[in-house]
């Protein structure tokens, strides 16, 4: 096992892909010569030229529109978009083009085509700059939503999701860019749509993901001072969502709260709340929890931004609410 950020982790993976198959290229703004934005490309056009890391002009829509173009003629692009916030710009590319044309032409298009991007809160980067619309991605059928926690997911899970034939939609929160963790030595991938258990317990589930994970396990491990023990469960997917870890665990622990930064109404959470409702509601002995961010925009001001962040003390009270 090597020890490295979950920067180095994404970069890890582009550079073997890369090496891998010479289809894959590299789109976005500042991602040649400067590295990226927040460095996750480093190093990569010294390794492999200007024709596979290109930088783009400012245009979300020339980088989406380009790419999903390059897919559907055989490329493997990993476009970039610096934000998620910006994403807005290219929506039809993403939504209406790249999930679409799978489906339209009858199973014989492909677009293999990952849309890396930063998201979340937590840096001072203020509105326009920080948020989670992981939700917004996960309502387009067509595309695949993955939000990895740790280096060795990131890794891996980025792996997948440049071999798959369609869109992927990569969400990196770019305060766990500098977080370090261990990764497996060699060539290794983690399939889509497979959870992961980060912690085991038996009193009750705590669903998480992205940045909340590590949140989540830090309360879980003040609660066991306590005397309760939670288990941690991390999808890292959330398209295609791995329901049968997360049914077993509620079937042992009875008690579910579910963890995300993105805003709660209208949030992943509750879609998830929704399918445990509908389909493992025998299991549950008491109602189904959600901690998340209020229904505002992401201030700018510090003290603000880390009341509007859903943090430890907010996870333990939501679990302690069940005792």
Do not use: W
Not at 53 to 62: F, K, N
């Amino acid at each position: 096992m090597a020890e490295m950020t979950y920067s180095q982790g994404i970069n890890e993976a582009l550079e073997e892909e890369m090496r891998r198959d010479e289809k894959v290229y590299i789109l976005g703004e500042d991602v040649g010569a400067f590295g990226g934005c927040f460095g996750v490309t480093t190093g990569l056009l010294e390794k492999f030229g200007d024709q596979r890391v290109l930088d783009s002009p400012i245009s979300e829509t020339a980088i989406m529109g380009s790419t999903v173009g390059a897919a559907v003629a055989g490329l493997r692009p990993v476009p970039e978009i610096m934000f998620v916030d910006f994403v807005g710009v290219c929506l039809d590319e993403l939504i209406n083009q790249a999930a679409k044309m799978h489906y339209m032409f009858g199973g014989k298009a492909k677009v293999p085509l990952t849309l890396r991007m930063a998201c979340g809160a937590g840096v001072g980067a203020a509105a326009q700059h920080s948020q989670s619309l992981e939700a917004l991605m996960c309502h387009v059928p067509g595309l695949k939503v993955v939000m990895p926690a740790t280096a060795a997911d990131a890794k891996g899970l980025l792996k997948s999701a440049i071999r798959d034939d369609n869109p992927v939609v990569f969400l990196e929160h770019k305060a766990l860019y500098g977080v370090m963790g261990e990764v497996p030595d060699g060539e290794y991938t983690i399939p889509l749509g497979k959870a992961d258990i980060k912690r085991e317990g038996k009193d009750v589930t705590i669903l998480a993901y992205s940045m909340m994970l590590h949140k989540a396990l830090a309360a879980a491990e003040t609660l066991a001072l306590e005397g309760i023990e939670a288990e941690v469960i991390d999808p890292r997917t959330l398209v295609p969502f791995d329901k049968e870890t997360l049914y077993k665990s509620i079937e042992k622990t009875g008690r579910l709260v579910i963890v995300h930064e993105a805003v709660k109404q209208g949030g992943f959470g509750g879609e998830i709340a929704a399918m445990v409702a509908e389909e493992c509601f025998d299991s549950l002995d008491a109602p189904i929890k959600r901690v998340a961010a209020p229904f505002t925009p992401i201030p700018f001001a510090a003290n603000l931004e880390a009341a509007f962040i859903p943090d430890e003390a907010k996870i333990i009270a939501a679990v302690k609410s069940f005792f």
